[in-house]
């Protein structure tokens, strides 16, 4: 199966290298698209061995996503997995996809934190519960964890669903779109790591746009 594997960055010059050094672990298509960054994400990423895509200007991490899915389709691959690049996500977990994806062929697999959320912010655990619960009713199937940039998302998705958004509320976009157009969505378990990561998601702006996401979708 030909994946690539997908890393939207801003500001993470800190983490980024060991994040794409340990993704090249599985394979060697590894992209990050850097999100206007002001720092050395983009030198370090590339440094460190992975294709580089810029943006000039911060556009949203669905904007980031946008751009990345674009690559893996004019590049013909067959699905991209998705990661985030401040380390909260454990490369070693990719395998789990893999097997997934080869056993049962979802549209989508989620990578779940919710088995143990002991160590998750309290604002995280609300947020994610919540988010999961409006999004599992919206796409008319069970969404465990919402929030999780950790995903296997096949050609076949990229393909069908055309994203609207350009902030935190595209991944919610995404999950409600290919539901609908017909996609079965699946999840299956990864590590749940903290360290001194600062979430960029801002509670009330993201909170109100995720709002707006789900009025409209009552449109679609």
Known sequence: MNVCILI???????????????????????????????????????????????????????????TGFQYVLDHGYDAVITMD???????????????????????????????????????????????SFVGSVLAHQEIKDSQSGFRLISSGVLRAVKLETTRYEAESELLIK?????????????????????SKINPVADTCRFLRLLFRSLRW
């Open 8 to 66: 939207p960055a801003y500001n993470e010059s800190r983490t980024i290298g060991q994040v794409v050094s340990k993704a090249r672990r599985i394979t060697d298509s590894v992209v990050v698209v850097d999100d206007g960054s002001q720092d050395d994400t983009a030198r370090i990423a590339q440094d460190s061995g992975a294709i580089v895509l810029k943006h000039e200007v911060n556009s949203g991490k669905g904007a980031a996503l946008g």
């Open 85 to 131: 690049s401040d380390g909260q996500h454990d490369a070693d977990d990719i395998t789990g996809f893999l097997e997934a994806f080869s056993e049962n062929g979802p549209g989508i697999i989620i990578g779940s934190r919710m088995q143990d959320i002991s160590t998750m912010p309290p604002i995280r655990k609300f947020t994610n519960k919540l988010t």
């Open 178 to 198: 290919a539901s609908r157009a017909g996609f079965r969505i699946s999840s299956v378990p990864i590590k749940t790591i903290y360290g001194q990561e600062v």
